[in-house]
């Protein structure tokens, strides 16, 4: 087999792993990413679950508006 056939598959293979690698990356950066905003989100819930809400009504009883005490 010549030299230049080993240099080729050499090479093919080693990008092969390297995009295996870079996927690797890519997936793991999501994956941190989603639990990171999922985090974010349960402790705004928790926040907004703490402070109370006051609402206001009009002469029939309906809600108007809802809001969050400071």
């Known amino acids: 087999m010549p030299f230049y056939k080993l ?3 050499k090479n093919n293979k080693g990008m ?3 995009k295996k690698v870079i996927a690797l990356i890519i997936l793991s950066l999501t994956m941190v990413s989603c639990s ?3 985090e974010m989100e349960a402790r705004s819930q928790q926040r907004r679950m703490e402070r ?4 206001r009504y009009n002469y029939k009883g309906e809600v108007q508006h809802c809001g969050y005490i400071n």
Do not use: D, K, S
């Not at 109370?52 to 609402?55: E, F, H, S, Y």
């Open 16 to 18: 092969v792993y390297m």
């Open 7 to 9: 240099v080729i598959e």
């Open 52 to 55: 109370g809400r006051q609402c």
């Open 36 to 38: 990171e905003l999922a």
